[in-house]
């Protein structure tokens, strides 16, 4: 039982994640139908960007929560730099290619990342200096609670309330929402849909950076390839939660994250990877529009 | 037909430089496949090895280790007044990667013998290059059965897995005196899972169990479902014989899921970024080894300076290694009067009882020295000597 219990929670604690790499995805694709392969690196980028931070301002030394989250704000803030760069720069120029041109575009951007980053960072694993240790434990027992665990799964349910309250509440949002129907239409209804596509990616971006803190605190080994592989899990979250819905980003990477764990706790540890892109296969084949997608006509 | 893209035009301009020089290379290239000679005043050897990729470490080490015994070679006049160059190529950590060096090495830089490379998995892409143009081969560090099997021309300066999951076997019984241990093996790797298989054998042998047998593939940062499994058996001891990038990583998450027993591993572990990353978790942890730099004999502790003074660290057990393996094949190319690869490749097979850093080392009928192992535990972010454990 405590073992199942156990099981329970580092599923949950892995699947807060991938959805908070998961949310930025889904973001983007839900404006620009795009799905941006550079995502895992920004949240790659975040990571570092948040090591460089802790070294310079001594923030390893001092662990506390202050220290946390001014780590967590310059990794978000230079995420969305970065972000906004990729998208001026790479994406914007190809708004009226076709839209395989974008995708390419993509790929190239996110092994571009990858290796200048190899070359920047250099290819060796790199500590993540714990900046916040956590002083309770809140263990019961053999089962065991890593109160980071905790905050990561607060912070991606947050995330996603907030990301929510953005679209659907405010004025940004609804810009958002109507540039994500007709490009054309919607700056012809004075909606400057350059910016809003930019505040996108932006918030995405800061959403990977934050992830990529978080990852570090958890699991404190990062690399330049690190994004390589959560980045497509997130993918895959999205896609089974329904790609473009917030909601089901989350749903989906919680799902994810404990079919992962029941599947390597108790069956087959080597089928962790084969288990994400099985999924992936049965969903596009099935539920092409996910588990809360809504099913629209669309010409590809 | 006129390319109106720029990128064409630079892919030509890049063709033409690069096909340049191959052209020439091989107007004079002689017979490599029945053994290349050295000409001119300089004797070519290649290396190849993991400089970048998440096992840069061990690279690094083995290249800093070769570098030193080159220097001292060639300050101490080379080999029959022959200086002796080493071309060094990276292959990521690939094993793709690594069968492109050998065939650069072979085809284009005419090197005439080749070090490399630590990991099994690539040096089990490496070894068949080097024996279809049998040009001699020696891997530092490779320890899996398999490399020198592919052929006679490929060696090795290294114990191999039977031993060193012996070794551990033996440690875990006899030293711990655990009874019951638990296995977390990655089985993208052939060193690791060729140390798991021999470390299960041995210790059922000597009379205990094995209680789970858990499995992870590099790259997984997530171990807390298996070491969730492997808590329910409440074992006396975990054997992880998987590279430093991991095991750093497990340790933390073993010690967040509340469990004590130590964890057991091979020579993979051997880098300063095991307590970098694992910090305090690992302590208390215990790994096979080639050597301690707490050994007192005069050529470690030469060594350890020398490599000191033109590194500034001490060397791990990979640079050791490295340097072992250049000494071995130095020793061999001085014994060979014409420097051709067959004379090369005898006289390495012919090393007995060659004083080398890590030992004294004799080339058996497979081509594998027969050695001992040290055993090292983990204390506060050093690597403290346990114990020496030799073949039988």
Redesign the interface.
């Known amino acids: 039982m405590?073992?199942l219990i156990?099981?329970l929670i580092?599923?949950l604690?892995?699947g807060s994640i991938y959805a908070l790499i998961a949310l930025g995805y889904t973001m983007v694709f839900g404006i620009l139908q795009l799905i941006n392969f550079a995502h895992g690196d920004v949240y790659m980028l975040g990571a570092f960007i948040g090591m460089y931070f802790a070294r310079v301002t001594g923030a390893a030394e001092n662990p506390s929560v202050f220290n946390l989250l001014a780590t967590l704000l310059v990794a978000m803030v230079g995420c969305a730099l970065a972000g906004f760069l990729i998208e001026r720069f790479a994406y914007r120029p190809l708004r009226r290619a076709p839209r395989i041109n974008v995708l390419i575009t993509a790929v190239g951007v996110s092994l571009f990342l990858e290796f200048a980053g190899?070359l920047g960072f250099?290819?060796?694993?790199k500590?993540f200096p714990q900046v916040y240790q956590p002083t309770v434990d809140w263990?019961m027992g053999?089962i065991?609670i890593?109160p980071l665990q905790v905050i990561v799964f607060a912070i991606s349910i947050v995330l996603m309330a907030g990301l929510q309250f953005l679209i659907f509440k405010t004025r940004t949002g609804r810009a958002m929402r109507a540039a994500s129907f007709n490009h054309d239409l919607a700056s012809l209804m004075g909606i400057p849909t350059d910016r809003v596509i930019s505040l996108t990616f932006m918030a995405g971006s800061a959403l990977a950076g934050a992830a990529g803190v978080l990852?570090g605190m958890i699991?404190?080994?990062i690399?330049p390839?690190?994004g390589v592989?959560p980045g497509l899990k997130a993918f895959v979250s999205a896609v089974l939660g329904g790609i473009g819905n917030i909601t089901g980003a989350v749903v989906g990477a919680i799902t994810l994250g404990l079919a992962?764990?029941?599947l390597?706790?108790?069956w087959a540890?080597?089928f962790?990877?084969a288990l994400a892109f099985g999924l992936l296969i049965l969903i596009l084949l099935f539920k092409p529009t996910g588990l809360f997608g809504v099913h629209k006509s669309e010409k590809v | 037909m006129i390319s109106r893209h720029p990128f064409s035009v630079v892919l030509v301009a890049l063709s033409v430089v690069l096909l340049a020089p191959a052209c020439k290379k091989s107007q004079t290239a002689d017979s490599a496949a029945s053994g290349a000679t050295v000409s001119g005043n300089v004797i070519k050897i290649g290396e190849v090895g993991s400089m970048t990729g998440s096992e840069a470490t061990f690279g690094i080490s083995t290249h800093n280790g070769i570098m030193l015994a080159v220097k001292q070679l060639n300050a101490a006049g080379g080999i029959a007044g022959k200086k002796v160059e080493v071309v060094s190529l990276d292959d990521q950590g690939k094993p793709e990667e690594a069968a492109v060096a050998m065939n650069k090495l072979i085809n284009q830089d005419k090197v005439i013998a080749i070090l490399g490379e630590v990991a099994s998995s690539r040096s089990l892409a490496m070894a068949p290059i080097a024996q279809t143009h049998k040009i001699p081969m020696i891997s530092p560090s490779s320890t899996n059965p398999k490399v020198t099997e592919q052929g006679d021309y490929i060696f090795r300066v290294c114990f191999i897995d039977p031993f060193q999951g012996t070794v551990m076997a033996k440690f875990a019984w006899e030293s711990l005196k655990a009874k019951k241990v638990a296995i977390l093996r990655d089985v993208k790797n052939d060193y690791s899972v060729g140390l798991a298989d021999y470390f299960a054998e041995t210790f059922k042998k000597l009379g205990g169990e094995i209680v789970i047998d858990q499995s992870y593939s590099a790259g997984d940062m997530d171990f807390k479902s298996q070491l969730t499994a492997i808590r329910s058996k409440n074992p006396e001891a975990i054997f992880v014989p998987g590279y430093y990038t991991e095991v750093g990583l497990i340790s933390i998450q073993a010690k967040g899921l509340g469990l004590t027993a130590p964890l057991l591993g091979g020579d993979g572990w051997d880098s300063p970024k095991l307590t970098e990353i694992g910090g305090d978790s690992i302590n208390g942890s215990y790994f096979a080894n080639h050597y301690s730099t707490e050994d007192n004999s005069p050529e470690v502790q030469k060594f350890i300076k020398e490599y000191k003074e033109m590194f500034g660290v001490v060397p791990d057990g990979l640079a050791a290694m490295g340097y072992d393996a250049a000494l071995v094949l130095f020793d061999a190319m001085k014994r060979s009067p014409q420097l051709t690869t067959p004379q090369i490749r005898d006289a390495i097979a012919a090393t007995q009882k060659f004083k080398a850093v890590t030992g004294l080392i004799s080339m058996d009928a497979k081509r594998n020295p027969v050695k001992s192992a040290v055993v090292l535990k983990i204390e506060k972010k050093s690597f403290k000597y346990q114990t020496t454990i030799n073949p039988t």
Do not use: I
């Not at chain 1, 250099?122 to 694993?125: F, H, I, L, Q």
């Open positions: 405590t073992e156990q099981h580092n599923g604690s892995l190899q250099g290819s060796d694993p500590f263990s053999d065991k890593n990852v699991y404190p080994k690399e390839l690190m592989m992962e764990e029941f390597v706790g108790y540890p080597t962790r990877d």
